[in-house]
């Protein structure tokens, strides 16, 4: 029991610039289409959505760019984040493993989503932006945006997905406490949204449709800005913050990972832990497996095609190759809120591509019994977004036993569950519906998707 | 923006010792007397509920009692807590005020309550115990002994008061996610139970009255100890770490508190930083004010009367001198759960009666307005409980501003809200009711104190 647990990084060691792999990828991922005449696009074309800033964020090829000193001071509240050995759970598991988590659970929401939501919200208020629409799937990314605005005094509107609106009334809550207003999609305040609701009146919605709400509310008016809290290059770039910090503290317990895992949903929490890492290994560094862990009933990696589709469903949005569903597929309401996004981010779809990770998919059940094992060992309930890197990196660790292998297995808790028990609620009762997605409309999505060649 | 905000001890300074504050006291408090007998308690008088190794902590006149690495090896996890220096809310407040606070919602069950859990379910696995019965009002407690209980491999069986059990169902989710079973009360399981809903079977229920299902329990089975979450000298011992680690943190800060604060309900996170504080001035350190924040519908230090009382409604303990609004008080339904308690730990009872520290009260609507203010400028939303002690570090602050002086104040942030959002909601939509107590029951209750001379 002598053994140490915690790997904390002295706020010294936190890391002045965010890492953007694409500066050391073989090639770059494919552009950026405009919708309407099938020709990238620019700089200038998402300027009525994002400010300048973090336009130019988004298309750099720079390896790094420094983090700010004012969103530094902010991420000094909770970062640099601790790292774990999870000495209990390779004992309850009999494993020859190493088990290691990077915790994102200790920022002030609870997640990692804060990680970009305030350089977001910063680049917005240097920008002399008031007000920002965004979208929220569980819940995890309004509740951080609201809290980035809350301290640089920007009035933050979130559309949050109507199955997590009911699932997890304490997010918005939360989103409230922090001043901002939360709003269940398909609401009827947007044309996007009262399209929905005229075919579905009782929709689960999505975060494809949520994303239209925002997008169509911040196109429409000149003085509201959109935000996104995954998906896009700026965004998974502002997550590199956990896998460099993570690459330090596997240093300082004498290791290194074999096996890196995380859960994904639109990416930025995986992009995070993992694309330092694979830089490194691009870079000449160890060879390592990294394992991506989708819903079995969103499976965007696993069973998705890798075209050009919207990023939301109503088409307000420009065209990214990516692995997707369809941007009409409407995933059943599960709970892992944060993982029902019918896409995955072009950077993390351009790595399969280049064979540079492997992906796999779980349902919900089972990800919870791993997180309980998980939590009735290290003490945290995990969200059920984590959940599933959790189970990943339990089945890693049992295959390790079967082999006969001590692999250093490394995942990234994204966060805890705090908000989401209603779930483990659900979960102990029998009652966590493990619905799949109806295979006609996967098909019917897939077969509506854009027609563009590239 | 460029000072620092977060003072992060390293592990090796993680106090080895915990502090007991009747080594440095002129006069230690009044014994604990048999109900029967009305003469003092001793060591086996406590046996059947206690294992002997917290007996004897309970009774240790030794200033410092050893932490045994086990605990050590589990604080760990999330010790040394951070101490954070509020500067936005200093410049929301616009005060020439210092004020820092301890946060203790980093632990995994996100209050200062696993301190205490810990050790009690290590002393109890130590004993050979198996199972243990225990009470909790906002389930702070409750949940924090069943995490405690997972790592031991001891079960544990806990009686939520009820008007918790209705407001806060995710903290009963939390106990069952750790394998402990959760159970309203009062509950038809013992006989005090049945006794208080035969005369009121719509009783909200009270932390005196789940004390006597949980002690009922563990007296009537020789397999089963009771384990109580405050009150008692050695729980209040065991947090005597938080104010420990905050003396070295602000020393770190290169500063020292003019008043320490915090929020009283049986007294345990406020011990936990003010008596290594104390304990220094009473070595001749400093002089400090010391402020204890109570609900004014259950205001213990401000209107109990320091008596001889049961420490449960059911009278099935001894009695211990404290002050007292008398065992059947039962305070009105209001959210900070574990503010709820009739008494107020002796320990602390006794420090008030030599002046060492000073006592006020708030009601609940004020003490939110304060959490919300908070939580707006440092992006942490603090449990109902801790809501008390912002507000009384806010009135500080201000009182600072008026007085032009920039003294330092230092307050416990003893949990996060995260299981409390439900308040919030009530809070913004106006319907946090804010009855007071019934005066002509709290004079029933002090006329029905036991007659003992002592």
Known sequence: MNDTVKYFLPESEMPK????????????????????TGQPIGPDDLAPLFPMDLILQEVSAEREIE?????????????????????RLEQVLDTPAKIYYKYEGVSPTGSHKPNTAVPQAFYNKEAGVKRIATETGAGQWGSSLAFAGSIFGIAIDVFMVRV???????????????????????????????AILAENPNSNGSLGIAISEAVEVAAQNDDIKYALGSVLNHVLMHQTIIGQEAIKQMEMAGDYPDVVVGCTGGGSNFAGIVFPFIGEMLRGGSKIRVVAVEPAACPTLTRGKYAYDFGDTAHLTPLVKMHTLGSTFVPPGFHAGGLRYHGMAPMISHLQELDLLEATAYHQNTCFESGVTFGRSEGILPAPEANH???????????????????????????????DMQAYTDYFSGN??????????????????PSVAA
């Open 432 to 449: 966590l519906e493990d619905r799949n997605y109806d295979e006609q409309e996967l098909a019917m999505a897939l077969a509506g998707l």
């Open 17 to 36: 610039n965010w890492y953007n792999i694409v500066a050391d990828l073989p090639q770059p991922p494919p552009p950026v289409l405009h919708p309407g």
């Open 67 to 87: 983090i700010p000193e004012p969103v530094r001071e902010i991420y000094r509240q909770w970062r640099p984040s601790p790292l774990y050995r999870a000495r």
């Open 389 to 419: 890197a959790v189970k990943g990196a339990i089945e890693e660790a049992l295959r390790c036993k079967r082999e006969g292998k001590s692999e250093t297995i490394l995942f990234n808790l994204c966060g805890h569950g705090h908000f």
């Open 164 to 194: 997590s609106f009911n699932q997890k009334p304490y997010r918005k809550a939360m989103m409230e406490s922090f001043g901002a207003s939360c709003i269940a999609s398909p609401s009827d305040t947007t044309q996007s949204g009262k």
